[in-house]
């Protein structure tokens, strides 16, 4: 994602990096990532668990740490930090991979990932 978004060389992404991600790109994307780990991880994944919790475009703290317990993100109530998310296939959380870092309060860049998922990935 970062080679497609010409930010290899700071190796991270913005929030406006993503607002303007190439939908042919996140879909080639997600369809590799459910292909590899067999209906396990991809955006698409995710897509359809946050949207069975209620999940729409508006932030929704509630569906949002629902989605965050289903997903393996929050334990024990409380969102665990980035060195401590499983990052290989054996963890036992469908839908747990891929996993961005997010930014101090408010709203993630993963939340505006899932936004351009839903315009991207049907």
Not at 12 to 24: G, H, I, S, T, V
Not at 73 to 91: A, H, M, P, V
């Amino acid at each position: 994602m970062e080679k497609v978004a010409g930010r290899e060389s700071e190796r991270w992404l913005r929030l406006k990096d993503l607002e303007n991600f190439p939908c042919q790109d996140l879909s080639t994307i997600d369809k590799l990532w459910v292909k590899y780990s067999n209906g396990k991880f991809g955006f698409s994944v995710q897509k359809q668990i946050y949207q069975s919790l209620g999940g729409k475009k508006e932030y929704d703290r509630k569906v949002w740490e629902a989605f965050g317990d289903k997903v393996g993100w929050r334990q024990g109530g409380r969102w665990l930090r980035y060195n401590e998310i499983t990052f290989n296939t054996s963890t036992p959380y469908v839908g747990h991979l891929p996993k961005g870092i997010e930014e101090g309060g408010g709203v993630s860049w993963w939340e505006v990932l899932f936004y351009r998922t839903d315009s991207c990935i049907p």
